[in-house]
């Protein structure tokens, strides 16, 4: 007989909705590749965002019907998507204008590591064995005004991903706002990383225990219980 | 038709020049082949796609335009491969993806170098064997700081400074500056001997129009190579390109060449 583990914590695409929540309207915003590109799902209907990929668009909309793809159209997951009114194409060049000139309000992208002075690790391992890759990962962590990271508290071995100091390497220094975790949702501060909520059912202590660097409990914390979504 | 007609007027000096008739003798002139007379016409259009390539060296440093599959000037890079020549440089987005355009130039040998930002997915197969096996050498450069270095070198611009990669791996070996508190580091242009890009529509002047995300690199490609080739759908009548509209200038392009199918 298996011991069938109950799994805590939210969803991915719980913390997606997490994040949806968070953005004001008016913004405009730039998903990573993967996960973050989830929260385009949650946005609340009453709010307008402004969603920008990198390869050149503007009021990035969602996937077409089956059959109605566009292979000129993508994302920057290389994925089809559709473009609302008021978007507009433009050049690679300039797409990193708004990029690095700091004119995105909030990037969202996935990391492995997150360190308590806000060092983001999210695109090469110690793994040499496959030849590394960047695409604008660099340029989108010094220049969004603010950097948001969706991840899992832990790795798939239960190892921390919230460090005092990361151990791979960076690819920029000092740059994530808010990390947005199946457990927590958690704010980089001058003072390191504090809790501003906890998913219901899980404790302080084990959060704690789950985190490889000190962990501070905001004075207004409050529960996570999002929806099912 | 009449000879020019001379007047002279006993109290006036008056020339009546007949503009019909010279008219007339300088077709005389063009059908009867008396002088080599035509009309100069800036005609930037290649016939073929083999011409559009031949004189492509080996060693160049050749930009290729698109992200992912949009964009890419597929018909281009396999022409390349056609030609002899070898020990290419690519400067691309990503490194390629099955078996056709890029990863079928890199297939045939014929490329000693990648440059590009994201060399891995799925399906980059033939890049990666060649990579392991030692066959092929990588310069990893951030998606932004890749598109920057190109404008530069069209720009005529020496170098900039920029936040993105200080204090990680890639910016380690650069010259570093602290400006306004933040560490930048040191870049220098990235200027092409060929440019092959994909367009939507072009006219004989070389102005080019793009189709939606497919734009991407093309712009600045095209402004960042001494040879500028571009494979467009179709080639339209000068005039017919709205100005105000135009994305890229036909001054930074060289040739157009339309895609079949």
Redesign the interface.
């Known amino acids: 007989m298996t011991a069938v583990l109950e799994k805590i914590g939210l969803t991915r695409p719980q913390v997606a909705w997490r994040i949806a929540q968070e953005i004001d309207e008016g913004s405009y915003v730039n998903l990573g590749i993967g996960s973050p590109e989830m929260v385009a799902n949650y946005v609340p209907t009453d709010r307008e965002i402004v969603f920008h990929?990198?390869?050149?668009?503007l009021g990035m909309g969602e996937a077409p019907a089956p059959g109605q793809e566009?292979?000129?159209?993508?994302n920057a997951g290389?994925k089809p998507v559709t473009?609302l009114p008021g978007g507009s194409?433009?050049?690679?060049?300039d797409?990193?204008v708004m990029?690095?000139g700091g004119h995105i309000d909030i990037c969202v992208l996935g990391a492995y590591q997150v360190a308590e002075n806000g060092d983001l690790a999210n695109w090469?391992t110690l793994d040499t064995s496959?030849?590394?890759?960047?695409?604008?990962?660099?340029?989108l962590?010094?220049?969004a005004k603010r950097i948001f990271v969706m991840m899992d508290h832990c790795t798939k071995t239960g190892k921390p991903k919230l460090m005092n100091k990361c151990t791979y390497?960076?690819?920029?220094?000092r740059v994530v706002r808010t990390v947005f975790t199946d457990l927590a949702v958690i704010d980089v501060t001058e003072d390191g990383f504090v809790v501003r909520e906890i998913t219901a059912g899980v404790s302080f202590e084990e959060l704690q225990e789950k985190t490889d660097a000190v962990l501070t409990l905001s004075e207004n914390w409050q529960t996570l219980a999002p929806p099912d979504v | 038709m009449s000879p020019p007609i001379l007047f002279i007027n006993r109290i006036d000096w008056l020339v009546v020049v007949d503009f019909a008739a010279i008219g007339y003798d300088l077709y005389l002139i063009d059908h009867l082949g008396l002088a080599s007379y035509s009309t100069p016409m800036i005609d930037k259009s290649v016939n073929n796609i083999s011409a559009a390539v031949a004189d492509i060296q080996s060693g160049s440093v050749v930009l290729s335009s698109g992200f992912g599959d949009a964009g890419a000037p597929v018909d281009l890079l396999e022409a390349l491969i056609e030609t002899d020549a070898e020990n290419l440089t690519i400067v691309s987005n990503n490194a390629g993806e099955g078996n056709y355009g890029l990863a079928a130039l890199i297939a045939a040998r014929k490329v000693s170098r990648v440059i590009c930002s994201y060399p891995i997915s799925a399906g980059s197969v033939v890049f990666q064997d060649c990579y392991q096996a030692g066959e092929i050498t990588l310069e990893v450069v951030p998606q932004g700081t890749l598109s920057e270095r190109m404008r530069a070198a069209g720009a005529g611009i020496g170098g900039f400074f920029t936040p993105t990669s200080a204090g990680t791996e890639l910016g380690k070996s650069k010259e570093c500056r602290k400006i306004s508190g933040v560490e930048h580091v040191f870049e220098y242009p990235l200027k092409g001997d060929i440019a092959l890009i994909r367009a939507t529509r072009a006219d004989r002047w070389g102005n080019i129009v793009y189709d939606k995300s497919a734009r991407n690199f093309g712009p600045v490609m095209a402004m960042a190579a001494t040879l500028t080739i571009v494979q467009v759908d179709e080639i339209v009548d000068l005039g017919k390109l709205n100005p105000e509209l135009i994305i890229t200038p036909g001054i930074f392009v060289d040739r157009v060449f339309v895609h079949n199918g």
Do not use: C, Q, W
């Open positions: 990929s990198e390869n050149g668009i566009d292979g000129n159209l993508i290389k473009l194409y433009f050049s690679h060049t797409s990193f990029i690095r090469a496959k030849p590394p890759g960047v695409g604008g990962a660099m340029d962590a010094v220049g390497p960076l690819t920029g220094s």
